[in-house]
């Protein structure tokens, strides 16, 4: 398994998007605008990945459930134009796709679930969230398995 | 034309026996998803004063509606620094949302079971909307929608009544 193949595979159909305004990724020097719209992306795990069945001798497909968020932060009264172009992107980019990394893990996203939480302090916000699914082929120790 | 079949009532008795056997499957399947649901869901959340992991309340027929105190058995320390699941409060906390699961009836499967979680920090910890701009808003969690996720997978994957 390797999450950084995950990772590169996401960030760079990420960095294909043009949002139009800037988006925040962890751990990347980021200037939030004073009062202009942003954007926030995670990509979130921590489910146990669940093992699909056999992929020939010693080896098995598992699948791990992870979501990508895409959150954008609007100043209240300025609309909501640009995170709602932003999300339609998101979605345009993510949704209902079938990816390949280059450990060879397929990924599955799902549909894009929008969440419109309350205003907080001033700032408008808008969430899209895509669930998505990676299938790898592990292989099993069979020797270990059955001491 | 027809067909005659003889012992009608031995096949009767045994479609009821299969149809109760496999009621009983999947009585026990359905709980193995809400445990397996509860402990997601638990181990996915961070504690700070244990009211979000206080508020996970199973319940069947009707979602819960009362909203539990954090128990304070100490402080609740520095718990930006810890890893998930070393927090101090989190053990008391975590058990005393054990009892509304344990009281759960499983027997008949053909009922809606719900967890509900009226912490009043839930939806930022899921979202990651705190504390928002101008400071920088934590990551979201993703507990309900992560564990949503893997459940929907693992019945698509596995089923409900094998």
């Known amino acids: ?147 | 034309m027809g067909a005659v079949i003889p012992n009608l009532d031995e096949v009767f008795a045994q479609i009821a026996k299969d149809i109760e056997a496999l009621e009983a499957r999947m009585a026990k399947n359905i709980q193995a998803l809400v445990l397996d649901a509860d402990k997601h869901l638990k181990a996915l959340t961070p504690v700070y004063t244990g009211s979000a992991v206080r508020n996970y309340i199973w319940t069947v027929g009707e979602p819960n509606a009362v909203t539990y105190d954090a128990i304070e058995d100490g402080p609740t320390g520095r718990t930006n620094s810890m890893a998930l699941g070393q927090e101090p409060r989190r053990a008391a906390n975590e058990t005393a949302a054990m009892a509304s699961l344990l009281a759960i009836d499983f027997s008949n499967p053909f009922q809606t079971f719900y967890c509900t979680n009226l912490s009043p920090d839930i939806e930022g910890l899921e979202l990651g909307l705190l504390p928002g701009p101008p400071l920088s808003s934590r990551s979201p969690n993703g507990m309900f929608g992560i564990t949503e996720a893997y459940l929907e997978a693992k019945v698509a994957s596995k089923g409900i009544t094998s």
């Open chain 1, 1 to 147: 398994m390797s999450i950084e193949s995950q990772r590169v595979l996401i960030t760079t159909a990420m960095n294909r998007i043009n949002f139009g305004l800037p988006i925040r990724y962890a751990n990347i020097p980021f200037k939030q605008p004073d009062n202009g719209a942003y954007g926030e992306f995670f990509i979130m795990g921590g489910a146990e990945p669940i093992a699909l069945g056999g992929a020939g001798y010693g080896k098995i497909i598992e699948r791990s459930v992870q979501m990508i968020q895409l959150t954008m932060w609007v100043p209240e009264g300025s609309g909501t134009k640009p995170a709602t172009q932003g999300l339609d992107a998101f979605r345009k980019a993510f949704a209902y796709k079938i990816g390949r990394d280059s450990e060879q893990c397929v990924y599955h996203f799902k549909g894009m679930q929008e969440l419109n939480p309350s205003v907080r302090d001033n700032w408008s916000c808008l969430i899209g969230r895509i669930a998505f699914t990676r299938d790898e082929i592990q292989n099993v120790d069979i020797a270990a398995s059955i001491v």
